[in-house]
């Protein structure tokens, strides 16, 4: 099953804007991490934050985690037609050395030049 | 540095075929391996996972099984192919610690006809 939930499906801006995704799941989590998918390849991880942080940057990318609300979001700041690309949320439930990511449907990001 | 290699990147099997993906990491030992699958527009399903050589463990009931011969060797089969198989094949792998990314493989589109 789906852990994580991303939203909005599909989001279209204007390069220079800012973009924000947000991601919601329903059980707790060692950590929550973001990845990026071009169209027709493997996945590429953004950033990973932890259960006991709150934010995180990373060059661009800004991250938050609300555990209380079960929710995270990604903040792409100025964004780039690069930056088109689809985006996943992953949770890492707890499980130890078995612990598995499980992915979101991703949402489509469209950055217009 | 650790890279991790996925052939063949596109395949055509008629149903009833058997298959075989192959996945390989280098620079890296003792990792935890994973297959996804990726149906069009949709999020990624774990179908199995490995955290060492012979182990194998599988999410969803299904025609596929999953085989770990060497420590940094994974490789996905079916005796039979589906239709229902079609779909984008992932691999990847992590360190044991949870708390660490998944790197993966540029992944193998499966049209099954």
């Known amino acids: 099953s789906q852990q994580g939930e991303e939203d909005p499906q599909a989001l279209s801006i204007q390069e220079g804007e800012n973009a924000t995704m947000n991601c919601s799941y329903k059980?707790?989590?060692?950590?929550l991490q973001w990845y990026r998918q071009n169209s027709g390849r493997g996945l590429v991880h953004l950033i990973l934050?932890?259960?006991?942080?709150r934010e995180k940057h990373s060059g661009r990318l800004r991250v938050t985690l609300d555990t209380s609300k079960k929710s995270s979001s990604l903040l792409i700041t100025a964004s780039r037609a690069a930056d088109t690309a689809s985006y996943f949320c992953?949770?890492?439930?707890?499980?130890?050395?078995?612990?598995?990511?499980?992915f979101g449907k991703g949402i489509t990001l469209s950055v217009r030049p | 540095s650790q890279t991790i290699h996925q052939w063949p990147a596109t395949l055509v099997q008629p149903v009833g075929s058997p298959l075989s993906l192959e996945c390989t990491v280098e620079?890296?030992?003792?990792?935890?391996l994973y297959w996804y699958r990726q149906a069009a527009g949709r999020g990624l399903q774990l179908l199995f996972y490995?955290?060492?050589?012979?182990?194998i463990s599988s999410e969803v009931p299904q025609n596929l099984s999953a085989s770990r011969p060497q420590d940094r060797q994974f490789i996905l089969s079916s005796k039979k192919l589906l239709l229902s198989d079609s779909g984008f094949y992932l691999c990847?792998?992590?360190?044991?610690?949870?708390?660490?990314?998944?790197?993966f493989g540029n992944g193998t589109r499966l049209t099954v006809t």
């Open positions: 992953a949770t890492d439930a707890p499980g130890g050395a078995n612990s598995k990511l499980t």
């Open positions: 934050i932890r259960s006991n942080e």
């Open positions: 990847a792998w992590r360190q044991g610690d949870y708390n660490s990314p998944l790197h």
């Open positions: 490995s955290v060492g050589i012979g182990q």
């Open positions: 620079g890296t030992s003792n990792p935890n």
């Open positions: 059980t707790s989590i060692n950590n």
